[in-house]
């Protein structure tokens, strides 16, 4: 390290500190050094090595503006990336989508400069949309989204697992007439939680009510009303896909006079603020948000050292937690 430090006129420290990776030195410098160390002759360990390539990335976080507007669930994502690159010394650059770039497939200017090592996709923009993003050739990872027509590594919560879970607590709680609520055109992770609704009921032996059955929910109070009252009857207890449509459920049946859970239990996804903050608080699932950045951090390295594996999606489980909206069936 000496003789490095001699050859291009710096401390000792500083070689020490590029070569181990540390701060205190420019990015120029240290490169420099490794540059220098090589002609030298010198050997470090491939753990250095790595170490010292990752800090010299730079990748790039997509998503829509709706999805950087739902803080609650994909914000607590992005900062879970950004505490990621930020550990391991990876520059991070934002950008979001608007519907007019979507429809036109403008790609963000980023994609166009050589710096950018990678590319996080968060959620769902368009199919056509990732696909060009996949077109420039720039290793990317999918966050929360998989579709047939897109061929990339995926982030992904075991919704079908998941979901399973939540309606069978409820038939183990005595509910043999379970409805469902979501909105199955939204995203493929609705659809999947609405085919492990479909599962658990078969697996139970139990009929499904068409009735009962709304897949194309909106989170809205007024037609979430409309769909009540058109309603010739209500099921003992509803799965919702997600917590804003189990929070205005319960606040529909409510103002209808439907004590939550005396009269109708329901359960939800998610673990949002809304969950917690409804009356009563709601039985849902939670999901890991941190170790999904975690995650997607840690797969995008790897497809970027590895471009010619296999694509692969990445489950992660998620935990019911039951709360005061669900009980016991007596009757």
């Known amino acids: ?10 401390s000792k420290n500083s070689v020490s500190q590029a070569l181990t990776g540390k701060d205190g030195v420019s990015e120029e410098t240290r490169r420099l050094v490794f ?28 998503a829509s503006e709706y999805a950087f507007s739902q803080r609650s669930f994909f914000g607590e994502i992005y900062l ?19 519907t007019e ?56 919560t075991n919704n079908r697992f998941a979901g399973y879970e939540a309606v069978r607590y409820l038939i183990q709680l005595g509910h043999q007439k379970i409805g469902y609520w979501g909105n199955v055109n939204i995203s493929p992770s609705y659809y999947e939680r609405f085919e492990a609704y ?6 139970a032996s139990l009929p499904v009510d068409p009735e009962w059955v709304v897949k194309d929910a909106i989170e809205d109070i007024n037609d979430m009303q409309k769909k009540l009252s058109n ?25 209808l006079g439907i004590k939550v859970p005396d009269d109708i239990s329901v359960c939800s996804f998610d673990n949002g603020q809304l969950s917690q903050i409804s009356s009563p608080p709601t039985t849902t699932v939670t999901i890991d948000l941190p170790i999904y950045g975690r995650k997607a951090v840690e ?33």
């Not at 050292?305 to 009757?331: C, G, V, Y």
């Open 198 to 203: 479909l599962r658990a009921m078969n697996d």
């Open 35 to 62: 540059e220098t160390a090589e002609k030298l002759g010198y050997v470090y360990s491939e753990t250095r090595k790595k170490k010292q390539q990752e800090r010299s990335r730079t990748i790039a976080l997509i």
């Open 299 to 331: 797969q995008l390295l790897w497809r970027i050292d590895n471009p010619n594996e296999p694509h692969m999606e990445i489950l992660l489980p998620a935990k019911l937690i039951p709360r005061e909206s669900t009980r016991q069936l007596t009757s």
């Open 101 to 156: 770039a979507r429809d036109r497939l403008i790609l963000p200017s980023v994609l166009d400069s050589q710096t950018i090592d990678g590319v996080l996709i968060l959620s769902h923009i368009s199919t056509e949309y990732i696909n060009a993003i996949l077109e420039t050739n720039i290793p990317a990872i999918l966050i929360d989204h998989h579709h047939p027509d897109i061929h990339a590594d995926c982030i992904l």
């Open 231 to 255: 309603m010739k009857a209500f099921p003992t207890a509803w799965f919702c896909v997600n917590d804003g449509l189990g929070f205005l459920l319960i606040s529909s049946l409510n103002q």
């Open 1 to 10: 390290m000496q003789t490095i430090a001699d050859t291009i006129h710096i």
């Open 80 to 98: 879970a990336i950004e505490k990621e690159c930020s550990e391991r010394g990876i520059s991070l650059l934002i950008q979001s989508v608007n």
